[in-house]
């Protein structure tokens, strides 16, 4: 991720304008991936095709979320960029403020805790039957 921070830096891009149009690089090298995804599926292929839509888009995000966090400040500098994020910012505040948010978060947290003790059940039982069915050292 050096590279990102390197492209992204004041020496290396001289406006905010600039740094906002290299928010497009990985938008156009990852793009098509969809359409690659598709024509795996379509060919019968539905796990690969899932995976490489799966994996293409979680870097895309990956590049353009960690662009954004390097050269954040710089991207401020721009008016009507401050304003849309400030509006984004007001309603993911909203967003998380609605009662049926929170309800999911609270469900999703405790699924996410049932699914760990299940598994941590899971693995102790594995481990007590292992230890029954293994026959005893005899030296």
Same mark, same amino acid.
């Not at 996410?112 to 059940?121: D, I, S």
């Not at 039957?129 to 005893?136: D, F, H, V, Y």
């Given at each position: 991720?050096?590279?990102?921070? *390197? &492209?992204? =830096? @004041?020496?290396?891009? #001289? ?11 990985? /938008? ?45 400040? *710089? &991207?401020? =500098? @721009?008016?009507?960029? #401050? ?11 909203? /967003? ?44």
């Amino acid at each position: 991720m050096l590279g990102i921070r *390197k &492209l992204a =830096s @004041v020496d290396c891009v #001289a406006s905010p304008i600039s740094t906002l149009a290299l928010f497009i690089v990985p /938008v156009i090298l990852l793009e098509p991936v969809k359409p690659v995804a598709a024509y795996l599926t379509a060919t019968g292929h539905v796990v690969d095709g899932l995976m490489v839509l799966i994996v293409g888009e979680l870097l895309k995000l990956l590049l353009i979320e960690r662009l954004f966090s390097v050269s954040r400040d *710089k &991207l401020m =500098s @721009v008016p009507v960029f #401050a304003w849309c994020y400030d509006r984004f910012c007001q309603n993911q505040d909203w /967003v998380a403020s609605l009662q049926a948010w929170q309800l999911m978060r609270r469900w999703s947290s405790n699924a996410k805790h049932a699914v760990q003790r299940y598994v941590l059940e899971f693995k102790a039982e594995r481990r007590r039957t292992a230890e029954q069915i293994a026959p005893p050292d005899v030296c």
